[in-house]
């Protein structure tokens, strides 16, 4: 909207003296450890041995740890929408990575359990992901190792709040 002629429009009051700051730490710390976790993320990522998306591989990780699960387990541990794990499920299963059974109690329900391909994934996959990690740390004094030691703590608390 125009100021009628003659006219001056009221000053928008937007000088930082007159804003609080956000609470929370600097948004330096925030934005560098967005930074660094982004490029970490995507670094490790490209450590991938298969095909697979890493919502996919992110579910073959969690029936590797936690055992088999149905459907709508996996979309709760995963934190996504029941037909969005349906399809994630399905192309696991098309790729030999996932199989699906009956549910021994509920026969309404199924049960998807890692295969032989899909345990070979996962390992395979971590233990190229450790590999590119160790040969990082590797590069680190003793203190810098045990700062990030304590920072993936702190990290991992954050995450799981």
Known sequence: MHAPSGATAAPLATSTATRAAPPGPAPDLATNLRIATLRLSRRLRSENVSACTESQYGVLACLHHLGPMSPGDLAEHERVQAPSMTRTVAALEEAGLVARSKHPSDGRQVVVTLT????????????????????????????????????????RRMTDQ
């Open 116 to 155: 032989d391909a899909g345990r070979d994934v996962v390992c395979e996959t971590k233990r190229r992901r450790n590999a590119w990690l160790n040969k990082g740390l590797a590069k680190l004094t003793p203190e810098e190792r045990e700062v990030v030691g304590r920072a993936a703590e702190i990290l």
